[in-house]
């Protein structure tokens, strides 16, 4: 059964950090590049940070570059997204998606499974 669990979520005053984990089973990790989403309430779900499966390439919305780093651990089989500097527009439920293929973009229609989501709230 494939299974993507995301966890970390949690309220934050403005400017400070979370780091989400997002713990993937039930398929070959490194055949898959995943992707952080999120959806506000009242807007539409957009692409955070996606990483490469076959040479570990990040890409970032412009909305969070310079703040948000995706890292990937093979051996955990989890993907992580630091998230710094937090504003309150980042607030937000958070997916992680994976993807069959080595490299994704911020398409959702381009990932297969998805994890059940996990709430980031910031203060202001």
């Known amino acids: 059964e494939v299974q993507l669990v995301e966890s970390g979520g949690g309220l934050v005053q403005a400017g400070g950090s979370l780091r989400l984990s997002c713990a993937a089973s039930g398929f070959t990790f490194d055949d898959y590049a995943i992707g952080w989403f999120r959806q506000a309430p009242g807007k539409e779900r957009e692409g955070v940070s996606c990483i490469s499966s076959s040479d570990g390439s990040t890409y970032y919305a412009d909305s969070v570059k310079g703040r948000f780093t995706i890292s990937s651990d093979n051996a955990k089989n989890t993907v992580y997204l630091q998230m710094n500097s937090l504003k309150p527009e980042d607030t937000a439920v958070y997916y992680c998606?994976?993807?069959?293929?080595?490299?994704?973009?911020?398409?959702?229609?381009?990932?297969?499974?998805w994890g059940q989501g996990t709430q980031v709230t910031v203060s202001s």
């Open positions: 998606a994976a993807a069959g293929r080595v490299v994704a973009g911020f398409l959702s229609r381009e990932y297969d499974y």
